[in-house]
């Protein structure tokens, strides 16, 4: 089955830039996508399609796809960041949906 | 607005049946295929089943092909998922979620299953 790996974890000051780095087999062939989750709630979308934000997301958030890494950028970062994110993608070869291992954002 | 609800969860014998359902409301919903999505404890999402938005088609995780089905009814705006055979290892928050080209657009808030003796 297709996997994709994310570092556990990621720390990031206040005001500075985190980035989040997506892993899979030939994953520059798929659309990926990524969830923030805070504890106790629900998974929310916050980059579509590689590079597209849904309406509400701010512009902070930003996605990037180049050959085998997908990343998810979050700029300047605030409190209220902190959470686990997760990247998916559709694998056409099972026609199954799969999500990465997914990293805890820490804010110091 | 979007608002998806689901209902159901309880604590279940493994081999018992129980039958969750996801209340959809706020967008059309005869025009969105639905995902059923699960998170188990301290553990990521995992993707569950998919149903075409006219209940034709039928997409299930490799985890759950043969216990589980999914359907719908659209003149009820609501989603199932019917759970066969429960097993301890299917213990879980499970989110209806609705599809948006290949990835999961709006959630619910979730409903808890707990399989137990």
């Known amino acids: 089955s297709y996997v994709l790996t994310q570092p556990p974890s990621v720390s990031v000051a206040p005001g500075q830039t985190a980035t989040i780095i997506c892993g899979g087999n030939n994953i520059g062939s798929k659309r990926v996508h990524w969830y923030q989750q805070k504890p106790g709630q629900a998974p929310v979308l916050v980059v579509y399609?590689?590079?597209d934000r849904p309406s509400g997301i701010p512009d902070r958030f930003s996605g990037f796809h180049s050959g085998n890494t997908a990343t998810l950028t979050i700029s300047r970062a605030e409190d209220g960041d902190e959470a686990d994110y997760y990247c998916?993608?559709?694998?056409?070869?099972?026609?199954?949906?799969?999500f990465g291992t997914g990293t805890k954002v820490t804010v110091l | 607005q979007v608002q998806l609800v689901e209902s159901g969860g309880d604590v279940v014998q493994p081999g018992r049946s129980l039958r969750l359902s996801c209340a959809a409301s706020?967008?059309?919903?005869?025009?969105?295929?639905m995902h059923w999505v699960r998170q188990a404890p301290g553990k990521g999402p995992e993707w569950v089943a998919l149903i075409s938005n006219d209940g034709v088609n039928k997409f299930y995780a490799d985890s759950v092909k043969g216990r589980f089905i999914i359907s719908r009814d659209n003149s009820k705006n609501t989603l199932y998922l019917q759970m066969n055979g429960p097993r301890t290892e299917d213990t879980a928050v499970y989110y209806c979620a609705t599809d948006s080209r290949r990835h999961f657009d709006r959630w619910g808030q979730g409903t808890l299953v707990t399989v137990s003796s």
């Open positions: 399609d590689d590079t």
């Open positions: 998916q993608v559709w694998d056409s070869s099972s026609d199954h949906y799969v």
């Open positions: 706020g967008f059309t919903f005869t025009s969105y295929a």
